[in-house]
C-alpha cells in the first residue's frame, strides 16, 4: 500500500513538473521582459518611461552591463541618437540608486574573441545559425543592389555585435524585435527576426506575450502591427 501511494506521489510531482515548465516555456521571464521594454523605450526615444523601466529591469535581476548591452544593441537598428540619449538616461538612473545606496551587480564584461577568420565569414557564420540553415545562394534583393550594406551586416551587426557574449542570441533578438516594433515601418525585418526567435528557442505563446509587453509599453498602434505580422509569420509556418 505504502508503496503503491509512493508511485501516486512520484505521477502527481512529475505532472506538476511537467506543468511548471510548460508554463515557465509560455512565459517571458522578469529578465526577458524588462530587455523588451529598455529596447523599444530606447528606440522610442520615451526616455521619462525608459527611466522607469531601467529600474525595474535592474531590479529583476539584470546587471548593468546586461543592460548597457541592450541599448547599445538597439543602435544598430534606430541610431546611435537614440542609443546614446538611452546610455545617458541609464547613467543619471544609476547616479540616482548609488545616492539611495543601491549597490547594482555589474556583471561579466564581454570575453574577447579569439576566432581568427575574417570578420565576414564569422558573421555570416552567426547569421547561419540564427536562420537555422546556411544561406550559400547567390545575393537577391538590397543585397544584390547595394553589396556594400550586406558586408556591413555580416561585418558588423552579426560579427562585432552579435559575437558579443554579455547577451545570449535569444536576449539579442528580443531586443531586435522590440526596437523594430517601437519604431515602425518595418514589417518585413521584424517578420524575419520574429521567425529567428522561434529558432533560438522562444516559443509562439512567449512572442505572444511580447505582444502584450509592447502594448503595454509603448502603444497598442505597435503592438497591432507586430501582432499582425507575428499571426501571418505563425500560420505560414502552420502551412508548410
Do not use: W
Not at 92 to 100: I, M
Not at 186 to 199: A, Q, R, T
Not at 215 to 224: A, P
Amino acid at each position: 500500500m505504502k508503496k503503491h501511494i509512493r508511485i501516486v506521489l512520484l505521477f502527481v510531482s512529475m505532472l506538476v513538473t511537467t506543468f511548471v515548465n510548460a508554463q515557465e516555456t509560455d512565459s517571458l521571464s522578469k529578465k526577458q521582459g524588462s530587455i523588451v521594454q529598455i529596447a523599444a523605450l530606447t528606440g522610442k526615444g520615451s526616455l521619462p518611461a525608459l527611466a522607469t523601466r531601467l529600474h525595474a529591469g535592474l531590479d529583476a535581476g539584470l546587471t548593468i552591463n546586461q543592460i548597457k548591452e541592450v541599448i547599445i544593441h538597439t543602435y544598430a537598428y534606430a541610431g546611435f541618437p537614440r542609443s546614446i540619449r538611452g546610455l545617458q538616461t541609464f547613467m543619471t538612473v544609476l547616479q540616482d540608486r548609488e545616492a539611495k545606496g543601491i549597490n547594482d551587480k555589474l556583471g561579466a564584461e564581454a570575453s574577447p574573441i579569439r576566432n581568427d577568420a575574417r570578420k565576414y565569414d564569422r558573421g555570416k557564420a552567426v547569421l547561419d545559425s540564427l536562420l537555422g540553415a546556411p544561406q550559400n545562394g547567390p545575393q537577391t534583393g538590397y543585397s544584390a543592389f547595394a553589396p556594400t550594406i550586406e558586408i556591413f551586416l555580416k561585418e558588423h551587426l552579426f560579427a562585432d555585435i552579435f559575437e558579443r557574449d554579455v547577451l545570449t542570441y535569444t536576449e539579442r533578438e528580443l531586443a531586435t524585435i522590440a526596437v523594430l516594433s517601437s519604431i515602425g515601418g518595418v514589417e518585413p525585418m521584424l517578420k524575419s527576426h520574429l521567425s529567428i526567435c522561434l529558432n533560438v528557442g522562444l516559443s509562439a505563446a512567449q512572442l505572444k506575450q511580447f505582444i502584450t509587453v509592447v502594448e503595454s509599453t509603448v502603444g497598442e498602434k505597435e503592438s497591432e502591427d507586430a501582432k499582425i505580422v507575428l499571426e501571418v509569420l505563425l500560420s505560414s509556418r502552420k502551412t508548410k
